[in-house]
């Protein structure tokens, strides 16, 4: 593949007064088309690392598959100076795909590309299970912290997104990109293809929390969202329809709980407003 995930530049430093010349690793971005039976569904703009996880997790979270069992095959390939993540489904899938056909020109960090209706934007997604998971102040905080000492990309350029799926017992996984929703789509296919049960995990965000994060989280079946940032309002809202409990705004030891505290266990769900 001729796409690295970060490339050198040179570049010019400002720093105490002085000018000096040196070089920075940034982030690459590249074309990604989406091809389902021959056909492109839509092209999003996206980190080329981690692009199988990618076409899986979109594939999940369009609803264009149900399940990695619909996608009968995946290759990624180069092609008129972008990639190509060509898939074929299976009938029931190719059946589906072909009532909601649209085409999309999606820029890095599009979430809610070429949705066809005000209903279809807010739709809260599936109701998540979980309902008996308790996580621990402290849990929180040393599943974020070990985000970002993960964050292998971001150590580099310091500017991409993460996205996590924490299961307990060291047990993380996470990818990245410079668009927030795509590090949430290459997380679930990677959970995806690994089978991984996300109903006993938390999602965890190094970006502000939006609808179309809760709703891709909703997809994946995880009942928990922590996020370094705040939410949007309709990202709380969608929460609570949802079932997912959301945690925002959690840096060091700190944060704060906007829907369903009780998953939280100890002090932070025993305070009585």
């Keep these: 593949m001729g796409h690295p995930a970060a490339i050198e530049v040179s570049r010019l430093q400002w720093r105490g007064g002085h000018l000096s010349a040196g070089c920075r690793a940034i982030p690459e971005?590249?074309?990604?088309?989406?091809?389902?039976?021959?056909?492109?569904?839509?092209?999003?703009?996206?980190?080329?690392?981690?692009?199988?996880?990618?076409?899986?997790?979109?594939?999940?979270?369009?609803?264009?598959?149900?399940?990695?069992?619909?996608?009968?095959?995946?290759?990624?390939?180069?092609?008129?100076?972008?990639?190509?993540a060509r898939m074929w489904l299976a009938p029931a899938a190719a059946a589906r795909l072909r009532d909601r056909r649209r085409r999309v020109l999606g820029p890095t960090g599009c979430g809610l590309c070429g949705v066809e209706s005000i209903g279809e934007a807010l739709r809260p997604g599936p109701r998540v299970d979980g309902a008996s998971l308790r996580i621990s102040p402290t849990e929180l905080a040393i599943a974020m912290e070990e985000l970002q000492k993960r964050q292998v990309l971001?150590?580099?350029?310091?500017?991409?997104?993460?996205?996590?799926?924490?299961?307990?017992?060291?047990?993380?996984?996470?990818?990245?990109?410079?668009?927030?929703?795509?590090?949430?789509?290459?997380?679930?296919?990677?959970?995806?293809?690994?089978?991984?049960?996300a109903s006993s995990g938390v999602v965890l965000l190094t970006s502000r929390v939006s609808v179309e994060l809760v709703q891709k989280t909703a997809r994946l079946g995880a009942p928990v969202i922590a996020a370094v940032s705040a939410p949007t309002a309709l990202a709380v809202r969608v929460a609570e329809?949802?079932?997912?409990?959301?945690?925002?705004?959690?840096?060091?030891?700190?944060?704060?709980i906007f829907t369903l505290p009780e998953r939280i266990a100890g002090e932070a769900s025993s305070y009585a407003a």
């Design 29 to 84: 971005e590249a074309p990604i088309a989406l091809v389902y039976n021959g056909s492109t569904y839509a092209v999003m703009m996206a980190t080329p690392a981690d692009l199988a996880d990618f076409a899986l997790g979109f594939s999940l979270t369009e609803g264009v598959a149900d399940g990695p069992s619909e996608i009968e095959s995946l290759d990624v390939l180069e092609a008129g100076g972008g990639i190509e």
């Design 241 to 256: 329809a949802a079932g997912i409990t959301l945690v925002a705004l959690l840096r060091g030891g700190d944060f704060e």
């Design 154 to 197: 971001n150590a580099q350029t310091r500017a991409v997104h993460a996205a996590g799926l924490w299961l307990r017992r060291g047990n993380l996984l996470v990818r990245e990109d410079a668009g927030r929703h795509n590090a949430l789509d290459k997380l679930i296919g990677a959970a995806a293809s690994k089978a991984l049960v």
